[in-house]
């Protein structure tokens, strides 16, 4: 049925882009712009002397050989850059920190924007990824794409632990808990003593998101999984859920950060002769005096804070069309301008009705839910507390508390076993888009298309711009690769030595705080642009656990976002006018 108010142009438009023919032609044109970007791209290499204190740097034979040895590590590593402390023998020279990175210009981003393109277009995550991988196999002149592309990226480390966490751990726990009926039985606890309409069931999701504060796809499975039911039952969007879940998940992780966050990015931000960033503790404690200038993250808590209690300012067009929709009828889904039913869209989370999911001769109690959670949570933090939060080993205890209370509670293992394999099946293909990004981040490293964006913008900004433009850059390397802490690997090293630099002739405090605030709007800004990617983790496990369409919660996300987004980078060029003064 076409929109009354749609132009016909703009209809002709969009039902030839969704033609049958449009898809191929579209994937050929992909295909041989690769092939010539592959032929015609040239590796650009960059190399960065940098003596602490910024004074002038003597290039001598032995920094020249170190640039030389960081040159072949880069291609056999195959990354996109890399960087080694040169000190003198006799400490009669300062320390040279010698950076050395390849780019092959604009042709680095091409296999991203291929890919984003592909998705907005076609609203398929799956093969525009494919696509972008081959994109960038193509652009390398790797034509191997099983053995040499593929297979290399699916054998990571990483790629290994999304299998293990996303396919067998989470699969498995949500399929018990959707055979038993535990999460059913606790979000019907939880709605009888606190949910008395929408606002308390979007208040509830907003208060877990901000309790489970390990941030990325821990926070996003906790809260939308606790809450699903609730949100479901009192007339809540997906959109509106996966807003709140996606929301609440990155940005209280930077703002509470008793997680991995410091750890890992302490250790990217090292400057030789920075007192303030001198050691590990230095710099963790520089991660937390930074903490409060996170204004991309406490203006997207807030955000949704308002949104919770329907006091949100500015949402678009679309996202308020689902709000009002989901009021009046329930949880059918918006396409482009075309209202249809939900049931013409398949969703990312179980298929059928969850309650037809629940063995019929078992009686679950809430805190067959309330206890794994419990466990989960407390092993995440405890371990967080003592090193590193063990994320696998809380979701594995997690699955062992859950199938331990099923089998004394008296359900029979083959049904429980049923309910497994339920689960797993259902983030089957969730887990394929997790790992294929996965790859994808691995070839745009390789490609070198964060160090091409960053060396975009050069040294020259103005000051008092410097932070927001850091935003920006670093919102654009995130949304293309889908990915914050390969935005950090890619942006702090690079980042950080030029904000010194251009602070050495304030005042030691005021050029602490620039320094600070160029610190916070990188780290704001991948959070930003990972936030709102099609192809981050975060972003889909929140489509995920809200059974909303990818597409739709990218849509309908990215208005609140960013204005968060504006209302940040303005909050930073008034804190640099204050500072630079």
């Known amino acids: 049925m076409k929109n009354p108010s749609q132009p016909a142009s703009t209809s002709t438009i969009g039902r030839w882009l969704h033609s049958a023919a449009f898809a191929p032609l579209a994937i050929v044109f992909c295909v041989v712009l690769s092939l010539i970007a592959g032929r015609v791209a040239d590796e650009n290499w960059i190399e960065q002397f940098t003596s602490q204190g910024g004074q002038d740097v003597q290039v001598s034979p032995d920094l020249i050989a170190t640039a030389d040895d960081l040159r072949e590590k880069i291609q056999e590593e195959k990354t996109s ?11 009669s020279a300062p320390a040279v920190r010698v950076t050395v990175g390849r780019h092959f210009g604009i042709w680095s981003i091409l296999p991203a924007v291929i890919t984003l393109a592909f998705c907005v277009t076609f609203r398929e995550p799956l093969p525009a990824l494919l696509l972008g991988i081959l994109s960038g196999a193509l652009v390398l002149q790797q034509y191997d794409l099983t053995d040499a592309v593929l297979l290399p990226g699916l054998a990571s480390t990483r790629a290994a632990g999304i299998t293990l966490l996303y396919l067998w751990l989470l699969g498995a726990l949500l399929g018990v808990w959707s055979r038993t009926g535990a999460a059913l039985a606790f979000a019907e606890w939880v709605c009888g003593k606190f949910v008395r309409g929408p606002r308390s069931a979007k208040l509830v999701a907003w208060v877990l998101g901000v309790l489970f504060f390990q941030g990325g796809t821990v926070s996003t499975v906790l809260v939308g999984t606790t809450v699903k039911p609730i949100t479901d039952r009192n007339r809540i969007s997906p959109e509106e859920l996966s807003y709140v879940v996606d929301s609440t998940a990155s940005p209280i ?3 509470i950060a008793f997680n991995a966050w410091p750890g890992y990015v302490q250790s990217l931000i090292a400057v030789p002769g920075v007192a303030y960033l001198a050691t590990e503790a230095d710099r963790i404690g520089f991660f937390f005096q930074c903490a409060p200038l996170s204004f991309y993250s406490i203006f997207a808590i807030t955000g949704t804070f308002l949104l919770s209690i329907d006091k949100a300012p500015f949402l678009g067009k679309r996202f308020r069309a689902a709000i009002a929709r989901a009021r009046r009828q329930g949880n059918p889904v918006t396409t482009g301008d075309v209202h249809v039913s939900a049931d013409t869209i ?10 037809n999911q629940i063995d019929p001769d078992y009686r679950a109690n809430p805190w067959e839910f309330a206890l794994p959670l419990l466990t989960l949570i407390g092993i995440a933090v405890g371990t967080g507390l003592y090193d590193s939060p063990k994320v696998r080993w809380a979701f594995a205890a997690a699955l062992g508390v859950a199938i331990a209370a099923a089998l004394v509670r008296g359900m029979k293992l083959p049904s429980l076993v049923e309910g497994v394999g339920d689960g797993l099946k259902s983030v089957t293909v969730v887990s394929v888009i997790l790992v294929l990004a996965v790859v994808l981040g691995g070839i745009t490293t390789e490609l070198g298309g964060g160090l091409y964006l960053s060396t975009a913008i050069g040294e020259n900004a103005p000051r008092i711009l410097f932070p927001a433009i850091l935003f920006v850059l670093t919102a654009v390397i995130a ?29 030691a405090e005021s050029g602490q705080w620039f320094v600070m605030i160029c610190f916070a709007a990188v780290l704001n800004g991948s959070v930003f642009g990972d936030q709102c990617s099609p192809i981050s983790d975060t972003t889909i496990l929140s489509s995920l656990v809200s059974d909303c369409d990818l597409m739709e919660h990218v849509r309908t996300q990215i208005v609140p976002a960013c204005l968060a987004g504006v209302l940040a980078m303005i909050a930073w060029t008034i804190m640099t006018a204050i500072t630079v003064g």
């Open 346 to 355: 398949e969703p990312m989370g179980f298929e059928g009705d969850p309650d």
């Open 81 to 91: 850059s890399d960087s080694l402390l040169v000190t003198s023998p006799d400490d």
């Open 253 to 255: 992780a930077s703002l």
């Open 479 to 507: 949304f293309a690769t889908g990915t914050s802490f390969g935005t950090y690997a890619i942006a702090y090293p690079l980042t950080m030595p030029m904000a010194i630099a251009m602070s050495s002739g304030l005042p």
